[in-house]
């Protein structure tokens, strides 16, 4: 695993490449404090389509990371948060943000799949 401190090495590498489009973590234990590292870089990586932080300890304070920067990413076509830490009442606000991203569906929100959007 990862953790935190990989978490901001590969934010720092985003920064830095515009142009990839897919971006899986998962199961890496980068909790809230990497996912702000991500969530930071996101806006610059204006062609990534498919983002996966599955299974990533990330808590209703990472999820509000994501939030504040995710209407930005405008070829983002594949969410997935599924099993992490992220609460009822945040994975519904998550779930009206995504109305904002233009390319995921926010039907996509579904019982059995808690927190994962795939493009409309």
Excluded: M
């Amino acid at each position: 695993t990862i953790g935190p401190r990989g978490a901001d090495l590969i934010a720092a590498s985003l920064k830095q490449r515009a142009t990839i489009t897919h971006l899986d973590t998962s199961f890496n234990r980068i909790g809230s404090p990497g996912t702000l590292s991500i969530a930071e870089a996101l806006p610059c990586c204006l062609s990534l389509r498919h983002l996966n932080l599955r299974g990533n300890e990330i808590s209703d304070q990472g999820s509000e990371y994501l939030r504040a920067v995710l209407p930005r990413c405008a070829a983002l076509e594949e969410l997935n948060l599924e099993n992490n830490n992220i609460g009822e009442d945040e994975l519904q606000l998550l779930g009206a943000c995504v109305k904002d991203c233009p390319s995921l569906d926010p039907s996509g929100l579904q019982t059995s799949e808690q927190g994962k959007w795939r493009r409309r």
